[in-house]
């Protein structure tokens, strides 16, 4: 299958810094990234969905101006927690989807905010 | 917006036996059913995918039926194994040609037991 790197895989901060998690795919072109949020023993929750060149489209109760979200190219999608908090941490994963076909993960970033 | 529900949220077997997971979809028009299998701490791997236009897919031990009428689609493990223990995640999708939003089940954590 196609192959989506993220990185960090891990990141310790302090509160009230900023973290940048980048996704790549490595051998396709993603016409659209989403981004994910997992906290421990539930499911993945979608924050935004992001097109190469537009704005993202955040879903109801992220907040947009602190979870900036840049697709500036095909190949790399970038999530930027700002000013994060204790709350904020979690397991941030992204996938990428390249025409019709299916959806490949990242393989997370394991945030703590100490 | 869609909305899907799975059962049970864990699952313990015996080795050999089978497992069984269910999951429920609200949006009609989805057609694209995707379950991922989650080891602790890392990406979800796509197991097994069915569309609209078929009502069963078999993949060696793994097999996936999905009843439109009902709007409901289940995951069939049989001789299940010790390496299978993991979350499984079920998920729903309208597939149009890209931007494949997937909305999560809350996932059902298998335990198969020796």
């Known amino acids: 299958g196609a192959v989506v790197s993220q990185h960090p895989s891990w990141v310790i901060c302090k509160s009230g810094t900023s973290v940048k998690i980048e996704c790549r795919s490595l051998?396709?072109?993603?016409?659209?990234m989403f981004w994910y949020r997992q906290f421990p023993k539930q499911s993945l929750m979608l924050m935004a969905t992001?097109?190469?060149?537009?704005?993202?489209?955040?879903e109801q109760g992220v907040e947009k101006d602190k979870f900036l979200i840049n697709h500036a190219s095909l190949t790399l999608s970038t999530l930027t927690v700002t000013s994060a908090h204790p709350e904020d941490s979690s397991f941030y994963i992204c996938s990428a989807v390249g025409g019709n076909t299916e959806a490949f993960f990242g393989q997370g970033t394991r945030l703590t905010v100490v | 917006g869609e909305n899907v529900e799975q059962h049970p949220s864990t699952l313990s077997v015996q080795e050999g036996d089978s497992a069984v997971i269910k999951c429920t979809y609200s949006d009609s028009a989805s057609n694209y059913f995707p379950w991922y299998k989650q080891e602790l701490g890392k990406r979800p791997q796509l197991i097994i995918d069915i569309r609209s236009n078929v009502g069963e897919k078999k993949d060696q031990r793994i097999a996936v039926t999905l009843n439109k009428t009902a709007k409901h689609f289940s995951l069939h493990i049989t001789e299940t194994q010790p390496e299978d223990s993991a979350v499984y995640f079920c998920a729903a999708t309208l597939s149009a040609g890209g931007g494949n939003k997937l909305t999560f089940g809350t996932g059902t954590q298998l335990k198969v037991e020796l």
């Open positions: 992001s097109n190469e060149g537009s704005k993202a489209t955040y």
């Open positions: 051998d396709f072109q993603a016409t659209t």
